[in-house]
């Protein structure tokens, strides 16, 4: 039965347009970033980066290189808003539709339908974080050739990687990209739950993400970095750092873990309580 | 089947059902009636565990909804007014999705329904593509899915059109007379209920005002038809000869106690004045269900009034 009602779940989810607005977005979002790459400074600052560090520019601007570069602004812009987008709709959606009533009408427990629902928007967010890393090495290698990868993010890597090691690692970082996407779907899942439009929970979602960025950017919280979910969702960067730091990537990974257990619990609390009515 | 004692639900300050003790046994179709905002939907709400009780106990084929709702709802279908489906989804797969929420359910038997209601052929299409009628088919359809034993309608002829209506109450007696469901049916339509329902409620600001057989809110009134070929004459003679009391808009006659309409006949037709018709005016649902809103209304109203000073 469980099987059943995640299939369920799917369907309904992947049945939607709009869970496609994101992928859709990411195609737009990532050829005009290799536009940009390709016919502006964006790129001779790069070979003046490897220049200045004793490497040769046309051994690392390469498909990896570009792919990694253009995934960092949207991994922090676009992922959340996507993946918000869709875990504010997972239950408001379906109580502002009515659907939500017709469920239950029938003998299945609140907790395991938001369960299934929690599971179906963590298997999105997955897909949505495989799919952007996809599509921006599918696209970047139509501008770029396949060569050694050149990670750089002040003050976190500065790594260069021959290409087979760069793919592996690229691979690996789209564990911790799909965490993050499931962090932001959660806490909008979370919303979500309680008596609200659909719309409202992306919003507040993404107002808690963007104000966890602001307060990060104060001087005053610079010691208090890791209080902040945007520090813990950079750890996917850390992957391509000489050596890991697994400590740090640890943590962060089991804070993202412990943010996505409590949105579901704190929302399946306030459902629990709640009166569905039409 | 279904048991209501002294149910409460409020919303904050605001009570929606206040002390509803109500049953509905197996075999019946009972009617509940109430203006909007009576508590009607409130109290289906509460039956199918989707509104917290604040307090009373609701419970369907002995087990408590509160306590053991997935005991309580295995045998219940629902329908509710504007039934709500994944538009972008077909009517099977519709169907697949909410009867999993009950029980696994064979694709034969999914067909089966579909055919039952008289949707085979439209099945795979989506279902943004249905007509009013045809989502009420449907909605018919999931709630016969699970198998049920009791089928709760709220509203569910809102919205259709006339056809629909008739088409709506059809299929309603046809689920009792075939399948042997016990109903309860919320509805804005008196006659359907009338037509329908072997036994009403009657909510009004959250408490029940009536609960009992159409039979007995269907009183046979005092008034008798009487068309005559004169129907002043007719009633100076009768009063003359003491077997009514009172007279009303021309073709209504009250009779005394004990005076049946053979005496009534006879002696008109003695006297020369033909009578073309004579029969028993019974209240209507609509006059009955009309009276104890008025009742409720002035009740109300004196009860809101201030004490006089003296």
């Known amino acids: 039965m469980f099987y059943h009602h995640l299939r369920n779940e799917l369907w309904k989810l992947f049945g939607k347009k709009r869970t496609y607005i994101g992928f859709g977005a990411f195609l737009l979002a990532q050829n005009a970033m290799l536009l940009a790459f390709r016919f502006t400074h964006w790129q001779k600052n790069m070979e003046q980066v490897l220049a200045g560090n004793g490497y040769l520019a046309r051994d690392y601007i390469s498909t990896l290189t570009v792919a990694v570069v253009m995934l960092i602004p949207q991994i922090l812009l676009l992922m959340p808003l996507y993946a918000a987008l869709v875990g504010g709709d997972l239950v408001a959606k379906e109580a502002e539709d009515g659907t939500l009533r017709m469920i239950l009408s029938r003998p299945i427990s609140r907790f395991r339908l938001l369960l299934v629902k929690w599971m179906a928007g963590g298997i999105f967010a997955a897909v949505l974080a495989v799919a952007l890393g996809a599509t921006a090495l599918t696209f970047a290698r139509f501008w770029f050739p396949w060569r050694g990868m050149f990670v750089f993010a002040p003050g976190m890597v500065f790594n260069v990687l021959p290409p087979a090691e760069g793919l592996r690692l690229y691979l690996c970082s789209h564990f911790f990209l799909a965490i993050n996407a499931s962090v932001i779907l959660s806490l909008a899942f979370m919303f979500s739950c309680f008596n609200m439009k659909p719309a409202a929970a992306t919003i507040l979602a993404l107002s808690f993400l963007f104000l966890n960025l602001v307060m990060e950017g104060i001087p005053f919280f610079e010691q208090y970095h890791e209080w902040f979910l945007p520090y813990h969702f950079r750890s996917w960067l850390l992957v391509y750092a000489q050596p890991i730091p697994w400590e740090r990537v640890t943590g962060s990974l089991l804070i993202l873990l412990a943010y996505n257990l409590t949105s579901f619990l704190i929302g399946t609390a306030a459902f629990q309580a709640r009166d569905i009515k039409s | ?310």
């Open chain 2, 1 to 310: 089947m279904i048991r209501l004692k002294e149910v409460q639900k409020a919303f904050g300050q605001h009570l929606a059902v206040d002390g509803l003790t109500l049953h509905v046994a197996a075999g019946q179709i009972f009617g509940l009636l109430g203006h909007n905002g009576a508590g009607k939907s409130t109290a289906i709400g509460m039956m199918l565990g989707q509104v917290w009780p604040t307090r009373g106990e609701i419970t369907i084929c002995g087990f408590d909804v509160t306590k053991q709702r997935q005991e309580a709802l295995q045998p219940v279908g629902a329908i509710f007014e504007s039934p709500a489906f994944y538009d972008y989804l077909s009517g099977f797969r519709n169907l697949e999705i909410l009867s999993s929420y009950s029980a696994p359910t064979s694709r034969s038997r999914i067909s089966e329904v579909i055919d039952w209601v008289g949707l085979t052929g439209r099945e795979n299409s989506k279902v943004r593509t249905y007509s009013h009628g045809m989502r009420a088919r449907l909605a018919l359809a999931q709630a016969l899915l699970p198998n049920p034993q009791l089928l709760i309608l709220d509203e569910p002829s809102d919205g259709l059109d006339p056809e629909g209506i008739h088409d709506m109450r059809l299929t309603i007696l046809r689920l009792h007379r075939e399948l042997g469901l016990t109903i309860l049916l919320s509805s804005h339509f008196l006659n359907e209920v009338e037509q329908l329902c072997t036994r009403i409620a009657v909510l009004s600001h959250g408490h029940m005002v009536f609960e009992g057989d159409l039979a007995a809110a269907r009183r046979p009134a005092v008034w008798i038809r009487l068309k005559t070929g004169d129907f002043d004459q007719a009633t100076a003679l009768l009063r003359g000869a003491d077997l009514i009391g009172d007279t009303r808009d021309g073709q209504f006659i009250a009779l005394r106690p004990e005076v049946g309409t053979d005496r009534v006949v006879q002696l008109l037709v003695q006297r020369g004045i033909a009578v073309y018709e004579i029969a028993p005016e019974e209240e209507t649902l609509e006059q009955f269900y009309l009276s104890l809103m008025d009742h409720e209304k002035s009740q109300n109203a004196q009860s809101e009034d201030p004490a006089p000073h003296v």
